[in-house]
């Protein structure tokens, strides 16, 4: 169904615009990172590691579930849940701009001005 695709590409193209916004912003903060001396550690608790463990969940379970249900994607269908999963990964677990909550700050940020 031709649904399928458009929903298809609107989920890849949102996932992967974050993973390029997260990855975008690593690499700034690293740089940035080498000309300070001031560092910060963020530690999560119990709660929110548990939290943060469902939400990865419910997201690879969705992603998943828009590529297995496209019609369209019948012979490529493990390449794109691979790459969901590699993204989903790097974003909950690997990004400081997702795991400091940077993003947050920047989407309040933006409701402000």
Known sequence: MK??????FI???FLF?????ALVGDLSNRRKS???SVTA??????KSMNALYVNFGI????FTLIVQTCEALKGNQVLFIVLNYVFLVYLYFF???FRNQLFFKLINR???D
């Open 3 to 8: 649904t399928d695709l458009v929903v298809f």
């Open 11 to 13: 989920s890849e193209g």
């Open 17 to 21: 615009l974050l993973f390029v916004f």
């Open 34 to 36: 080498k000309t300070t």
């Open 41 to 46: 550690e963020v530690k999560r608790g119990e």
């Open 59 to 62: 997201a690879t379970l969705v």
């Open 95 to 97: 990004s400081s701009c």
């Open 110 to 112: 933006v409701k402000k």
